[in-house]
């Protein structure tokens, strides 16, 4: 008798479990995309191009084709990266000649390809703003946020359904 109860208990505490984690996966997910980066309070380089062109990534293998732009300064060899879904990448060569001076806010700590690049300037004017770079990184966090949170919510219902599913008798 007091099994088909812990049975329902345990069930629906599973349901709930399984339901805070959808719940943490969206938000996760979600609060990727309103990633803020002070400018203030980002690391800076100024430094002269010796080298801007789109490189294959090193970062990822498994994303043949990825090349972002790789931006080489004179003072450090690692590298600034930006990375635009298009490719596209003519407007800001073209803005950035060799042996110009310019001024590179990025991440902290390098990776794979170098340092992120947040925004680039030179002397006539922001070449690669900020706001391009959260808008990438919101679009991101919402392509992972959203489709996780349906995967997780359809395996939800499938066991609720299969569950509580009508048993087919057969009459004979």
Not at 56 to 66: D, E, F, H, M, N
Not at 140 to 169: C, D, E, M, W
Request: glycine share 10%.
């Amino acid at each position: 008798m007091m099994k088909p109860v812990l049975r329902k208990i345990g069930f629906w505490t599973g349901i709930f479990l399984q339901t805070l984690i959808i719940a943490g996966v969206f938000l996760v997910g979600w609060g990727m995309s309103f990633t803020a980066i002070d400018l203030n309070k980002a690391a800076k380089t100024t430094g002269t191009i010796v080298s801007a062109r789109p490189e294959q990534s090193r970062q990822s293998k498994a994303v043949s084709g990825l090349k972002p732009l790789i931006i080489r300064l004179d003072n450090d060899g690692t590298g600034f990266w930006v990375y635009r879904a298009s490719q596209n990448y003519s407007g800001i060569i073209a803005a950035l000649p060799l042996g110009s001076e310019v001024a590179i806010y990025h991440s902290d700590m390098p990776d794979a390809d170098g340092y992120t690049a947040y925004q680039v300037k030179n002397s006539q004017g922001i070449i690669y703003s900020i706001s391009e770079y959260e808008d990438k990184e919101k679009l991101a966090g919402r392509f992972v946020a959203l489709p996780g949170a349906f995967i997780l919510l359809g395996t939800v219902i499938f066991q609720i359904r299969k569950r509580y599913k009508p048993s087919r008798q057969q009459n004979v």
